[in-house]
């Protein structure tokens, strides 16, 4: 099972710096092991529906609707939807 959707939101613009992307993470069960995920550059996420759990190595951070985060995205993370919804969130890749 795939850990999240996302959506580019620019993937035709030309000499971008940045990637948008709308990303859905649906509910898994509490068992369901972390999928950790590392790649180059810096990751704003701007929560827009739901919840989430954000880990990263030994930390994890709750996020709610209207939370951000901005992190180094070549440190290993992942994420879980919380309260049994899916969560939407911006996600911004420089």
Same mark, same amino acid.
């Not at 990637?19 to 369901?32: G, K, M, R, S």
């Not at 030994?58 to 879980?80: P, Q, R, T, V, W």
């Given at each position: 099972? +795939? +850990? ?22 649906? @509910? ?11 790649? @180059? #550059? +810096? ?6 529906? #739901? ?14 609707? #209207? ?16 309260? #049994? ?10």
């Amino acid at each position: 099972m +795939q +850990q999240y959707k996302y959506e580019s939101l620019a993937y035709n613009f030309i000499h971008k710096k940045a990637e948008p992307f709308l990303v859905i993470v649906e @509910p898994t069960a509490e068992e369901h092991p972390l999928s950790y995920n590392a790649h @180059p #550059g +810096q990751e704003f996420n701007y929560v827009l529906e #739901g919840a989430m759990t954000i880990y990263f190595e030994d930390h994890a951070i709750e996020l709610n609707e #209207g939370d951000s985060i901005y992190f180094d995205s070549s440190h290993k993370h992942a994420m879980k939807a919380r309260n #049994g919804k899916p969560v939407r969130f911006l996600a911004l890749i420089m």
